[in-house]
C-alpha cells in the first residue's frame, strides 16, 4: 500500500484517503510562482565554513568531538523535541570553552549567521512582482530567533517557518505540507530553493517546484517569462 505524504493526501467525503494527485498534476495546475521558499544556511545567509569546524580549531580539539553533538542532539533540538542550552551545556567543558552557555551560544550565532545581502535586490524585485517570500529552515529556538532579528534588519522576506516549531525537520515531506496549509499555497505555486539535495527532494514529494541553489537561480527566475 503506497503512503502518501501527508502534504499530497486528499480525503474523501467520509475522510478515507484517495489517490494522491501526481506531482506531474500539480505542476501542470499551478505552473506561476506565486510563492518563494528561501533556505536560510547556504542561500540566505552565507556559509563559507561549518561552525564545527571553525569552532575545532579555535579550540584546538577534535573536530569530531564537536560534530557529535551536531549529529545527534542537535537535530532533536531542532525539531522542538529538546533544549538547546541544557543539550550544549553537557559538552562545553569536554570543548575547553571558559565561560557561560549563553556566553558561547553568542560566540556562535555572531560568528555564523552572516546575511546574504547579495539577493537582496533580486528578492525585492520579486517582492515588487508579487511574489510572497519566505525563509523556510531547520533551526531550533535561540538560533532561529538571532536569524529572525538579523533578517528583519533587510525585510526581505514575508515571514519564517522553522523546524522546531513545525515538529518536523525540512528532509520530512511534513514540513512543507504545514507550510503550504499556513501559507495557503498549492504546491505547483512554489519554489523552493535550498543547497542540500534531501530537503529539495522532500519538497518535490509534495509537488513543489523545488532545486538546488547556485549565485544566477535568481536572476534566471526573475528573467523566466
Given at each position: 500500500?503506497?503512503?502518501?505524504?501527508?502534504?499530497?493526501?486528499?480525503?474523501?467525503?467520509?475522510?478515507?484517503?484517495?489517490?494522491?494527485?501526481?506531482?506531474?498534476?500539480?505542476?501542470?495546475?499551478?505552473?506561476?510562482?506565486?510563492?518563494?521558499?528561501?533556505?536560510?544556511?547556504?542561500?540566505?545567509?552565507?556559509?563559507?565554513?561549518?561552525?564545527?569546524?571553525?569552532?575545532?580549531?579555535?579550540?584546538?580539539?577534535?573536530?569530531?568531538?564537536?560534530?557529535?553533538?551536531?549529529?545527534?542532539?542537535?537535530?532533536?533540538?531542532?525539531?522542538?523535541?529538546?533544549?538547546?542550552?541544557?543539550?550544549?551545556?553537557?559538552?562545553?567543558?569536554?570543548?575547553?570553552?571558559?565561560?557561560?552557555?549563553?556566553?558561547?551560544?553568542?560566540?556562535?550565532?555572531?560568528?555564523?549567521?552572516?546575511?546574504?545581502?547579495?539577493?537582496?535586490?533580486?528578492?525585492?524585485?520579486?517582492?515588487?512582482?508579487?511574489?510572497?517570500?519566505?525563509?523556510?529552515?531547520?533551526?531550533?529556538?535561540?538560533?532561529?530567533?538571532?536569524?529572525?532579528?538579523?533578517?528583519?534588519?533587510?525585510?526581505?522576506?514575508?515571514?519564517?517557518?522553522?523546524?522546531?516549531?513545525?515538529?518536523?525537520?525540512k528532509s520530512n515531506p511534513a514540513?512543507?505540507?504545514?507550510?503550504?496549509?499556513?501559507?495557503?499555497?498549492?504546491?505547483?505555486?512554489?519554489?523552493?530553493?535550498?543547497?542540500?539535495?534531501?530537503?529539495?527532494?522532500?519538497?518535490?514529494?509534495?509537488?513543489?517546484?523545488?532545486?538546488?541553489?547556485?549565485?544566477?537561480?535568481?536572476?534566471?527566475?526573475?528573467?523566466?517569462?
Amino acid at each position: 500500500k503506497i503512503v502518501w505524504p501527508a502534504c499530497l493526501r486528499t480525503t474523501t467525503t467520509t475522510g478515507t484517503n484517495t489517490t494522491a494527485p501526481t506531482v506531474r498534476s500539480l505542476l501542470n495546475n499551478y505552473s506561476h510562482m506565486n510563492f518563494l521558499f528561501l533556505d536560510a544556511d547556504g542561500v540566505l545567509l552565507k556559509k563559507v565554513e561549518y561552525f564545527s569546524a571553525r569552532f575545532a580549531r579555535e579550540q584546538a580539539i577534535p573536530e569530531e568531538s564537536v560534530t557529535a553533538f551536531f549529529r545527534n542532539e542537535f537535530k532533536l533540538c531542532q525539531e522542538g523535541k529538546a533544549d538547546l542550552k541544557n543539550e550544549v551545556q553537557k559538552y562545553l567543558e569536554e570543548w575547553k570553552w571558559v565561560g557561560t552557555v549563553d556566553h558561547f551560544l553568542e560566540h556562535w550565532f555572531s560568528s555564523d549567521v552572516n546575511v546574504n545581502i547579495q539577493l537582496g535586490p533580486d528578492i525585492m524585485t520579486l517582492r515588487k512582482r508579487g511574489v510572497r517570500c519566505y525563509l523556510v529552515s531547520n533551526q531550533e529556538k535561540y538560533r532561529a530567533d538571532y536569524v529572525r532579528k538579523e533578517l528583519a534588519q533587510y525585510s526581505l522576506v514575508d515571514g519564517y517557518f522553522f523546524s522546531y516549531e513545525i515538529g518536523h525537520r525540512k528532509s520530512n515531506p511534513a514540513f512543507f505540507g504545514t507550510v503550504l496549509r499556513e501559507v495557503t499555497a498549492q504546491p505547483g505555486e512554489v519554489t523552493y530553493i535550498d543547497n542540500d539535495q534531501a530537503s529539495v527532494d522532500a519538497a518535490k514529494a509534495c509537488g513543489i517546484n523545488a532545486v538546488l541553489y547556485d549565485d544566477t537561480l535568481l536572476q534566471r527566475l526573475i528573467d523566466t517569462p
